[in-house]
């Protein structure tokens, strides 16, 4: 007969999966900060794409160990909804390089690494929650949401105080509409991070 530490030692190997693909999402954060940083800003596509592999790679042996396993150390449909949330992340950061190294002539001027800096600390912040799965203790995953949670406000100023500029007067249409554009891609990845971290919280709420 199997002994309980033997039955739920075998659902360990969601909460790696959950944490290879949160891991995946912070390198793209990382990766999309440091070229943004770099003062000629030339895309490496790779490092994004290598990324989101991982990601979707974790995602697909998360569906196929949910089929397989009879024992999961937390509800099924909490582990496949935390799957899905991070999935988010690093798509959405490949769609602002893909998009950026299309546009890049046309972006010189503009500073988006104090945003990105925003998302990389975000991103951050779940691996940090996700890690904190095995523990189930209440207190430390509220103070990560809490962390995260203030990453966002922060976020949602700077939009505000970017749309004040978009709507100056002061750009051509152009500049408006790509300020905007690119903008929002990063302001949605850090809610991408958000929602990440709000379902990693409710988990621990719920099982604590």
Not at 33 to 45: C, F, G, N, T, V
Not at 113 to 128: I, S, T
Request: aromatic share 8%; proline share 3%; glycine share 4%.
């Amino acid at each position: 007969m199997l002994s309980l530490q033997t039955i739920f030692g075998r659902g360990n190997q969601f909460y790696n999966l959950l944490e290879e693909a949160a891991v995946a999402a912070h390198d793209a954060a990382r990766a999309l900060h440091a070229m943004l940083r770099e003062s000629d800003r030339q895309p490496a596509l790779d490092a994004f794409r290598l990324a989101r592999l991982r990601e979707r790679e974790a995602s697909n042996r998360i569906s196929q160990e949910l089929v397989d396993s009879f024992i999961t150390p937390i509800e099924r449909e909490d582990i496949e909804a935390l799957a899905s949330a991070l999935y988010k992340i690093p798509k959405q950061i490949e769609k602002f390089a893909d998009r950026y190294s299309l546009a890049i002539q046309h972006l010189e001027h503009i500073d988006f690494a104090p945003r990105a800096a925003m998302l990389e600390q975000a991103a951050g912040v779940v691996v940090q929650m996700v890690r904190q799965l095995r523990k189930m203790k209440l207190e430390p995953m509220k103070a990560l949401g809490d962390e995260l949670r203030t990453i966002e406000t922060e976020a949602d100023r700077l939009m505000l105080e970017l749309y004040g500029d978009i709507y100056s007067g002061k750009l051509d249409p152009l500049q408006m509409f790509l300020l905007k554009e690119f903008f929002e891609i990063l302001e949605k990845a850090i809610d991408r991070c958000r929602g990440a971290g709000v379902v990693a919280y409710e988990i621990v709420l719920k099982n604590s």
